[in-house]
């Protein structure tokens, strides 16, 4: 069974800082192997996504919104993916999900196997 277990959310002013964390287990599942990523879904919303990075970690895709303010981080040996959040808006206010799928599909397309069960980020202006 493969688990992704997301920590970090709390609420924060307009402009502060964040990282998530989002560590993984199970017995058939290697994150080496692993494509990773992050979404989030805020009230009344669908869920979007937000970025993920590729098995190495130097391939990385970001949607526009949150570009040159979030960024995607892995550190393998930890089976552990991050998301660094700064400049952080009142509409950043979500519910954040880590995703996993096997590797090697484009980092643009959002199908994903695996699922947390999310953090909540709420930023106050």
């Known amino acids: 069974q493969v688990q992704l277990v997301e920590s970090g959310g709390e609420l924060v002013q307009a402009g502060g800082s964040l990282r998530l964390s989002c560590v993984t287990s199970?017995?058939?599942?290697?994150?080496?192997?692993?494509?990773m990523a992050w979404f989030r879904q805020a009230p009344g919303k669908e869920r979007e996504f937000v970025a993920a990075?590729?098995?190495?970690?130097?391939?990385?895709y970001y949607t526009e919104s949150v570009k040159a303010r979030f960024t995607i981080f892995r550190n393998n040996a930890k089976n552990t993916v991050y998301l660094q959040m700064n400049s952080l808006k009142p509409e950043d206010t979500a519910v954040y999900y880590c995703?996993?799928?096997?590797?090697?599909?484009?980092?643009?397309?959002?199908?994903?196997?695996?699922w947390g069960q999310g953090t909540q980020v709420t930023v106050s202006s």
């Open positions: 199970g017995r058939t599942f290697s994150i080496s192997n692993s494509d």
């Open positions: 990075i590729g098995t190495s970690g130097t391939s990385t």
């Open positions: 995703a996993a799928r096997f590797r090697g599909r484009p980092l643009w397309l959002y199908d994903y196997t695996y």
